[in-house]
């Protein structure tokens, strides 16, 4: 027995991403595959919603520059509390969450923003492309695992994904009202 660490140790891979266990949780393979599947693609649309956000609160620029940066870290933080929702209702019906950005790349659908800063205009149109298409993807997959029987991705689909995601849509598109100067 030694007290030094053992590095540099590599591993096969145990579980193959896509792949789920059985487990006793009255649940077809089918319905949890399917589940898997559809969680694994809007968290990784969430990780990269979270990183749009980041990279928007850094770079806003404008009269509006506290409020929105506010704004944007605060709405970033409960994106990254979904990712770990997401990621743990994959494991808890079997199967293997994406967890490499480099994957989740691969497997998202929301568009790569511009590399460099944007007008506030734009930011805000970004994230709520970026919102619709996964209010898009929940609403679609929340249909359909209700019908193979998954009653709990479901309900974490529309409790938390669709109304979170509704109520960010709603205080980013505020934002982009024109309201009319009053003279004084």
């Given at each position: 027995?030694?007290?030094?660490?053992?590095?540099?140790?590599?591993?096969?891979?145990?579980?193959?991403?896509?792949?789920?266990?059985?487990?006793?949780?009255?649940?077809?393979?089918d319905a949890r595959q399917y589940s898997c599947q559809r969680l694994?693609?809007?968290?990784?649309?969430?990780?990269?919603?979270?990183?749009l956000y980041k990279k928007h609160h850094w770079g806003v620029r404008g009269p509006t520059f506290y409020h929105l940066r506010l704004l944007l870290d605060r709405h970033a933080q409960e994106q990254l509390d979904l990712v770990e929702v997401f990621a743990e209702r994959v494991h808890s019906l079997g199967g293997v969450a994406v967890g490499d950005p480099r994957h989740a790349a691969e497997i998202t659908g929301v568009p790569r923003p511009l590399d460099g800063v944007e007008d506030v205009p734009a930011v805000l149109?970004?994230?709520?492309?970026?919102?619709?298409?996964?209010?898009?993807?929940?609403?679609?997959?929340?249909t359909r695992t209700v019908q193979l029987g998954d009653d709990s991705t479901q309900d974490l689909l529309v409790s938390q994904v669709i109304r979170t995601g509704e109520a960010q849509v709603w205080s980013l598109a505020e934002h982009l009202v024109v309201t009319p100067r009053t003279g004084a």
């Open positions: 027995m030694s007290s030094q660490p053992r590095l540099h140790r590599h591993s096969p891979e145990i579980r193959a991403f896509g792949t789920v266990t059985q487990l006793p949780i009255a649940l077809s393979h694994n693609r809007i968290l990784a649309d969430t990780q990269f919603l979270y990183a149109s970004r994230l709520l492309d970026a919102h619709e298409a996964i209010l898009a993807e929940a609403r679609d997959a929340a």
